[in-house]
DNA sequence: CTGACTCGTGTTTTT
DNA sequence: CACGAGTCAG
């Protein structure tokens, strides 16, 4: 057994500060690669070692991936202090949401929110809204309105950063400043249908979460559960969320944030980097600890980084340092087009493998989730494992949705959402039809009603069946998995005659049914698929080949909080990064920006910037059009960087090796295809 | 009322 | 190029 004192062996004077600090309110401002993560990790372990009961420890953390591994990295150190009781699994960890759900689930009926609500994702709500929408819309035709995905993204943001809709719209939808009085009306008809659903979109979590804390008895009692609240990724909360914080704690006592200024990348999330500004201010005897030594990156990468992020209007107060003196510097690499491009991330990675460096310790890093396709193609035709996060995921397929809007609906047979897009799935129900049937279910005696109903001829073969499902699955007595396979008979047939590759999505199904013997219960499920659904794009949750070697692909904002030995950031040209949507004013640019020098701050020893001449931004008729070198890179800071021309006669020579370019181009075609195609939930999809 | 069809438009990042 | 809205036949 250790001491105490062994506990911060490994730690440096600033980040023993942070750890070790009493109970008043800490801002830890920690740079990229200052050893954020292992600071946390040591002080949730330095607070039980105090005495604090693990179970009042809140630690509020980006991603349930982080949360876990900080509690077990917690518990690994305590246990060297003697711990045998695993104490540190006790914390409560999680995202806001995942942990606003919990709270509410516990909490909820004293502020007369019904426990067994179901949660909408951003699909259910778009859906949802698109529904409302269209009786709004269906009154005035011929007007362009804004679509549902611009409705709730107006929607959410007055929500999130706790503003009037007249602000919102003037401040970052100024196209829109016309609709001011019907979206006003949209969104109240919209909270309207959400409570009649008995659902909770991501908001609402939030939003109750925040009023139950207002409320005088049950916010005591929330309070009264935490001794002591950690919240990561501070710079990337937006109002609502410290406004929940300063409720948990409004003295600030036993409060912790960590965060980076120069690393807030979710402002279209609501996320604001004043919060980080303003923490000292809300809390008058904060005490503010700096974490400037980087142990990440060698020192070319970091001046490299250190470069572009002083080009920011706004003045972060850190320079990072590093005592890695060894290591080349950065890259800076012109390719001819993007498969030249592809080649030389290639050649590159595998160039490194040679070295000894695994596939898994590189990455290659990109503005948008689609940026990827043609590597992709050409990864998968060379056989090199790759696995890809951030973009589509496995639940967000329109099939997969399919088959959980049955589960949802007997889950919550008031679930509008869910209702809806089971039952026009059906040849002959529309949308009149199915509000119809959904009205039938309120009187009560569940989905025994629907038996009386004569269906449409087209209808009739398939109503029986769904009966007897729906009745089925609201029993509940069967085990999930098989409750997932018999909605999976019942629904593989309509896949054929919904959708274009039937036979790749019925696969996609069966994967559902292994996913759903990881869970022992319906609504566990249903809430972590839409709470903390699978990362990796693609591929579900079940693969336990931990080991396996495979290339990291990621956008660049799944990649925060993590770090490669080597790392490719590809599509470095203006348009992509900064992305042409979000450089509409400097507010946006200046976040493309922080995006930039996250992406160059995930490298540990090397780090090559890849930007395509040629690229083809649309796959229409006109391809091509002439990339710029992204404006983050000006002469002044690219001289730090190695410029390197992946030239012409490489790329000559890569095609004639492999002569299969046609082959490449139909991988990406296809891959565009589901990209595009499989993504956007509902009925658009359908042929 | 549903579903097949045509035509204009816009295309990021994620809990 | 494919979504989403609008039109029209059954």
């Known amino acids: 057994m250790e001491?105490?004192?062994s506990l911060m062996d490994q730690l440096n004077p600033a980040q023993r500060a942070a750890v070790s600090h009493g109970m008043e309110p800490l801002l830890i401002v920690a740079g990229a690669g200052t050893g954020k993560t292992a600071t946390l990790v040591h002080r949730v372990a330095w607070l039980i070692a105090q005495g604090i009961d693990p179970s009042r420890i809140l630690l509020l953390t980006f991603t349930r991936?982080?949360?876990a591994e900080m509690v077990q990295r917690a518990g690994a150190l305590i246990a060297r202090l003697g711990d045998t009781k695993n104490a540190a699994s006790r914390v409560w960890g999680g995202t806001f949401h995942a942990t606003a759900n919990r709270l509410l689930r516990q909490f909820g009926r004293r502020i007369e929110l019904p426990q067994d609500f179901t949660i909408l994702d951003q699909g259910d709500a778009e859906d949802l809204m698109n529904l409302v929408r269209t009786e709004i819309v269906g009154r005035q035709k011929h007007t362009r309105f804004p679509r549902k995905g611009a409705c709730l993204a107006i929607y959410s943001r007055c929500v999130n950063a706790r503003m009037q809709l007249g602000d919102v719209l003037a401040n970052d939808y100024p196209w829109c400043v016309d609709w001011e009085e019907q979206l006003?009306?949209?969104?109240?008809?919209?909270?309207?249908?959400?409570?009649?659903?008995?659902?909770?979109?991501?908001?609402?979590?939030?939003?109750?979460?925040?009023?139950?804390?207002?409320?005088?008895?049950?916010?005591?009692?929330?309070?009264?559960?935490?001794?002591?609240?950690?919240v990561d990724e501070y710079q990337d909360t937006n109002l609502l969320q410290a406004e929940i914080i300063y409720q948990l704690s409004p003295d600030g006592r036993g409060l912790t944030v960590v965060g980076d200024d120069a690393q807030s990348i979710y402002r279209f999330r609501a996320a604001?980097?004043?919060?980080?500004?303003?923490?000292p201010k809300r809390y008058p005897n904060t005490t503010i600890v700096a974490l400037e030594q980087n142990y990440r990156s060698s020192q070319a990468i970091l001046s490299a980084a250190n470069a572009v992020i002083a080009q920011a209007a706004r003045r972060y107060r850190k320079e990072l340092w590093s005592h890695r003196t060894e290591g080349c510097r950065p890259r800076f690499v012109a390719c001819a087009d993007e498969h030249g491009q592809s080649n030389y991330v290639v050649e590159t990675i595998l160039e490194r493998r040679e070295a000894g460096v695994e596939l898994r310790q590189q990455a290659v890093l990109f503005r948008a989730s689609h940026h990827s396709l043609v590597l992709e193609a050409e990864l998968a035709r060379r056989n090199i494992p790759f696995r890809k996060y951030g973009g589509l995921r496995f639940v967000e397929m329109a099939h997969i949705k399919d088959l959980l809007a049955f589960l949802r609906l007997a889950e919550n047979p008031r679930d509008l959402a869910a209702g809806m897009r089971m039952l026009t799935l059906l040849p002959g129900v529309g949308p009149v039809q199915a509000r119809k049937l959904l009205a039938m279910l309120d009187s009560g005696g569940g989905f025994s009603a629907w038996s009386k109903h004569r269906p449409a001829p087209a209808t009739r073969s398939w109503w029986s069946d769904l009966v007897d499902l729906m009745r089925r699955l609201t029993l509940g007595k069967d085990p999930l998995p098989v409750q997932v396979h018999a909605t999976r008979e019942y629904y593989a047939p309509l896949v054929d005659l919904l959708y274009d590759n039937p036979m790749a999505r019925k696969k996609d199904l069966e994967q559902m049914e292994v996913v759903a013997g990881q869970y022992g219960n319906r609504q566990r499920m249903l809430v972590d698929l839409a709470l903390d659904p699978p990362t990796a794009t693609q591929e579900p949750a079940s693969r336990p080949h931990l080991d396996e070697e495979y290339l990291v692909l990621s956008t660049i904002h799944?990649?925060?909080g993590l770090e490669w030995d080597t790392v490719l950031v590809i599509h470095a040209a203006d348009g992509n990064i900064p992305a042409d949507m979000a450089t509409r004013n400097e507010e946006e640019i200046e976040e493309e920006l922080r995006l930039f020098y996250v992406a160059l701050t995930r490298a540990k020893n090397q780090l090559h910037v890849c930007c395509p001449l040629r690229y083809h931004f649309r796959t229409g008729a006109d391809p091509h059009s002439y990339g710029q070198r992204t404006r983050f890179l000006p002469d002044g800071i690219l001289k730090m960087f190695d410029v390197l021309a992946f030239g012409e006669e490489q790329e000559r020579r890569a095609g004639e090796e492999n002569c299969s370019d046609r082959n490449v181009s139909r991988q990406v075609r296809q891959g565009l295809r589901r990209f595009w195609n499989a993504g956007k939930s509902g009925r658009t999809s359908r042929r």
Do not use: H, P
């Open 3 to 5: 001491g105490l004192e």
């Open 65 to 67: 991936r982080a949360a």
């Open 184 to 230: 006003a009306e949209l969104f109240d008809l919209y909270v309207r249908r959400k409570q009649e659903s008995n659902a909770l979109d991501y908001d609402d979590l939030l939003l109750y979460w925040n009023a139950a804390l207002k409320d005088q008895e049950v916010g005591g009692r929330i309070r009264g559960l935490f001794d002591c609240v950690l």
């Open 272 to 279: 604001t980097v004043e919060n980080i500004f303003d923490f």
């Open 558 to 560: 799944s990649a925060k």
